[in-house]
């Protein structure tokens, strides 16, 4: 046994060993692919820094830094991080530190040998800077604010980057600024003496555009195409002579460069640094804030594209940025320039299948190069071809981000888009801060047609849930148009306000408004300017007339301790109510007051048949006085005993199962999903029946963040009770559940008493007096008296069937746009 186990183990460690080979067979290509990015990249980065005249001379010792970089860089994204992935240089890193070193060079026009030494500090100490604001972002998990940027502004940046990488890498290409040699060919007439950089300029743009091809036809196309290019280049020269490419098209790199060079330049610009000399605050800052943005960026992208570490289920971006932070805090303690995760080398190998361990094969190349020195690279590879990589690069952006763009976006957004990039390319820090600006303007002239009024009436077709007789209902009807009700809906500030203050202006002066309602339910929020313009309003229409005035309802507790607040400060009394309910019923009594002090006289209160609402429950409008039982059933029940019991014995026999109870004001009839066990008729007072309007309850369709809802703290309004009708005297409660409870065999279905609950809370207001029918003793007389079960099943079929048809009819009843009505059209029993 103890051979098999040893055959066993053998077998098992020769079937690890083909798992490990098969796994990593390709890893090894990372020493060729690596390379063929990482080092063009590198070059093209050392170039663009050192643009300026001062800095050209020093593009070798760059260049090593490069190097040692990207090796730095390297080590360290083999423990940190949480991607498969190495550090590669980012084009937009070297225009801004060029633009510093162009900056550096005015001050140190009179001592230009010192400027070096200082960019060669203030680079990594940029550096450091960067990493602690990628470190600050992802540890406070604030990368989620870019979700704030509109998307006019991430695209722009994006697009304008690329404007401003491709404009370098067109002069890096040529040889001298793009712009001064179109004038130059152009103007002065000197095309032949700069055909040579035309040439080259030509040819750049021919390899990015082939290389774009090549790239989509094959991953390895973009390498193969370097290798071919370089290889034509190195025949050429050698059939030539070495006079074809001339010197010229390529990279000055006059003698070589040791390893340790970019070490003693780091530490001969420690001794002589000056900070106060080099500090540029609004660069420094424009540089950190520009690149942590473009790398969170990055970095949310980058998780698409690159595999994760062994182990790591899914990528955490806030820690990823953190771990970004962190290696370039290190790279600027070491020296080195700001570095990034790389994507393209990545996702080549993912293309030949490699597995996890490639990094460490790249990472030898890199150290044997920076021990060699690029400088064979150099002199072997013609400058069009470091900036072709790059102009392809800066293409991919343009046509990504802006050209593309134009199918995903509305005309006037991409109108912004175009500007916030040409502007990013003039200079970024004002080109963020145009595209911010510009597209604020638009969010507010397109927001503001979307908010404000959004619908309109007048008490002619809302009335509040007060239970009105039919005079009532007919003078509101003939004189309701004097009040206009204006819902209005969104966040007001400066530009929709506007128009909701002229909505009510044009009511008051075209349409002879007496009283203007804005209902502000759906409001969640008002700026300063929207606040102070509805309370010049109200002095606007004091002045007009004084009889004039703005009703203010619906409002939560910021708004309501806003306007007071203004109101107070103004010395003006602006009329706040809490609902949108009481508003009306508050305008609906003023509208008595008014009609009545100029003598027209409302008519007296007659008999008004019951007529109900979708709840099931019974309103009826009963002639004020007497409390009389046998009066009050006679009327209810006028048709049925008419035709079923003309001599009125139902009456009699009822009587002797009523109950008559009083009670005081605040005391509650019944509450919502207690069981209902008995008919109430109220005979004198009223009774608020509310139910609950929260947004979970489902009652109320409310269009508004939550965020801007707290109940603790005095936005009651939507979270409370609200009123669905007041009802008076006449009114009957429960008498549609007795139809569905046991012991009406047509109906019931068998259901007990604790199966039908309230819907509503009822509240007496005043005292009330009221009888009471339980459904046991009704039951009871039902048996014993077939002629009075006939009657009620009759009266209690009829209002089952009406309540049934008022569902389907529109509410005239206080609601606000959005909303379901709550309580059907009332309707009168004929």
Request: aromatic residues 8%; charged residues 20%.
């Amino acid at each position: 046994m103890h051979s098999e186990a040893l055959l066993g183990g053998e077998k098992d460690a020769r079937g690890l060993r083909q798992k490990f080979w098969k796994d990593h067979k390709s890893d090894w290509l990372a020493m060729i692919l690596g390379p063929a990015v990482s080092v063009p990249f590198a070059a093209c980065y050392a170039a663009l820094v050192c643009q300026s005249p001062t800095m050209k001379p020093y593009f070798p010792i760059v260049l090593q830094q490069i190097m040692w970089t990207q090796l730095a860089g390297g080590v360290l994204s083999l423990f940190l991080g949480q991607f498969v992935t190495t550090t590669n240089m980012d084009p937009l890193v070297a225009i801004l530190f060029g633009q510093m070193a162009h900056r550096c060079e005015l001050l140190f026009r009179d001592e230009p040998q010192k400027l070096f030494p200082h960019m060669n500090v203030l680079m990594p100490l940029a550096t450091c800077l960067l990493g602690a604001a990628l470190y600050f972002v992802g540890r406070f998990r604030l990368a989620g604010m870019l979700r704030f940027f509109p998307y006019t502004v991430i695209a722009g940046f994006l697009a304008g980057s690329g404007m401003l990488i491709l404009l370098e890498s067109l002069n890096l290409s040529a040889g001298t600024d793009v712009w001064t040699l179109t004038v130059r060919t152009f103007v002065s007439g000197e095309g032949l003496e700069l055909s040579t950089a035309w040439a080259q300029l030509l040819l750049g743009c021919l390899y990015a555009a082939v290389a774009g091809v090549s790239r989509d036809l094959h991953t390895f196309g973009t390498p193969m195409l370097l290798v071919a290019c370089v290889g034509t280049s190195v025949a050429v020269k050698c059939c030539s002579s070495g006079t074809f490419p001339p010197p010229d098209w390529f990279l000055s790199y006059p003698g070589p460069v040791e390893w340790w060079a970019p070490f003693a330049a780091y530490k001969e610009g420690v001794e002589v640094f000056q900070p106060s000399k080099v500090f540029f605050p609004e660069l420094i800052v424009s540089f950190v804030t520009i690149m942590t943005v473009s790398w969170s960026i990055n970095t949310l992208a980058i998780k698409k594209l690159v595999p994760l570490r062994r182990g790591i289920r899914q990528c955490d971006e806030q820690a990823e940025i953190q771990s970004l932070g962190v290696t370039n805090l290190l790279l600027g303690g070491l020296g080195c320039h700001a570095s990034m995760q790389s994507f393209k080398i990545p996702m080549m190998m993912k293309e030949v299948k490699a597995g996890d361990l490639w990094p460490w094969f790249h990472l030898v190349m890199l150290f044997v190069i920076f021990l060699a020195s690029p400088r064979a690279i150099i002199q072997t590879v013609p400058r069009f071809l470091f900036a072709g990589t790059v102009i392809r690069l800066a293409s991919d952006l343009i046509i990504e981000w802006l050209i593309e763009a134009r199918h995903r976006v509305a005309v006037n957004e991409w109108r912004i888009l175009t500007a916030t990039a040409i502007a990013i390319a003039v200079n970024v820090s004002a080109g963020i801060l145009f595209g911010l600006f510009m597209t604020l303007v638009l969010f507010a002239i397109e927001y503001s047609g979307v908010t404000g009024v959004v619908k309109s009436g007048s008490l002619q077709t809302h009335h509040s849930n007060i239970e009105r007789s039919k005079e009532e209902l007919a003078i509101l009807r003939q004189h309701g148009k004097t009040v206009k009700i204006l819902w209005l809906s969104g966040y007001l500030f400066f530009g929709s306000v506007c128009g909701a203050v002229d909505e009510a202006r044009k009511c008051m002066e075209e349409e002879d408004a007496c009283t203007v309602v804005l209902d502000l339910s759906l409001v969640p929020a008002m700026d300063a300017s929207g606040v102070y313009a509805l309370m010049d309003l109200i002095e606007e229409m004091k002045a007009f007339n004084q009889q004039c005035e703005l009703v203010l309802c619906g409002l939560v507790r910021r708004l309501d301790l806003a306007l007071r607040n203004a109101a107070e400060s103004k010395g003006i009394q602006a009329l706040l109510i809490h609902n949108l309910d009481k508003a009306l019923e508050y305008c609906e009594e003023r509208l008595f007051d008014r009609l009545t002090s100029s003598g027209v006289m409302l008519l007296s209160r007659t008999n008004s048949l019951p007529h109900i609402d979708s709840c099931g429950t019974i309103v009826g409008m009963l002639q004020e006085g007497g409390r009389d039982f046998a009066g009050l059933w006679s009327q209810l029940l006028r048709r049925e005993i008419l035709e079923l019991d003309p001599d009125g014995l139902c009456v009699a026999v009822l009587q002797t199962a009523v109950e008559m109870r009083e009670l005081m004001s605040g005391q509650v009839l019944f509450r919502r999903g207690e069981p209902v066990h008995e008919i109430i008729i109220l005979v004198g007072g009223s009774v608020e029946v509310t139910q609950p309007s929260d947004i979970e309850s489902g009652t109320r369709n409310l269009h508004m963040p939550r965020h801007h809802l707290n109940e603790e703290k005095g936005d009651i309004y939507v979270f409370e009770e609200r009123r669905t009708r007041r009802a008076r005297r006449g009114a009957i409660f429960g008498a549609v559940e007795y139809v569905a409870s046991p012991g009406l065999t047509s109906i019931s279905g068998g259901r007990a008493d604790s199966d039908i609950a309230h819907l509503s809370t009822g509240t007496a207001v005043g005292n009330v007096q009221l009888f009471a029918l339980s459904f046991e003793r009704l039951r009871s007389i039902e048996k014993r008296e077939q002629r009075v079960a006939l009657v009620l099943r009759t009266w209690l079929s009829n209002l089952a069937v009406d309540a049934l048809l008022a569902k389907r009819l529109p509410s005239t009843q206080a609601s606000g746009p959005g909303e379901q009505p709550f309580d059907g059209m009332r309707r009168e029993m004929s």
